[in-house]
Nanobody, 122 residues
């Protein structure tokens, strides 16, 4: 069982920056991937950025060049640095930890935080 907790959301003007943090209760070395999702009112939850244990990262097209996902393995924490924020970035941001158990009988486990609100004013 892994618990994750987000922090760092808030209100910012367009063009500003925020850094979100996601603290995990277990070593993120054992977690296959850490990701950030967001959900705006009336919209589906969407993937924003993902960081795998192998060191690769991937971003939604809408945030490429503006957002950066990084991890501090010593602190079991993943960050999302958000720059050049736009009003359309307004959403609740969720941290997601993905663990895949080793074979035989591999299974995927997803752990979610409660979310942190990011509001970007125009």
């Amino acid at each position: 069982q892994v618990q994750v907790e987000e922090s760092g959301g808030g209100l910012v003007q367009a063009g500003g920056s925020l850094r979100l943090s996601c603290a995990a209760s277990a070593s993120i070395f054992s977690i296959n991937a850490m990701a950030w999702f967001r959900q705006a009112p009336g919209k589906q939850r969407e993937l924003v950025a993902v960081s795998t244990s192998g060191g690769s990262t991937n971003y939604a097209d809408s945030v490429k060049g503006r957002f950066t996902i990084s991890r501090d393995n010593a602190k079991n924490t993943v960050y999302l640095q958000m720059n050049s924020l736009k009003p359309e970035d307004t959403a609740v941001y969720y941290c997601n930890a993905i663990y895949i158990s080793p074979p035989p009988g591999s299974a995927r486990y997803d752990y979610w935080g409660q979310g942190t609100q990011v509001t970007v004013s125009s």
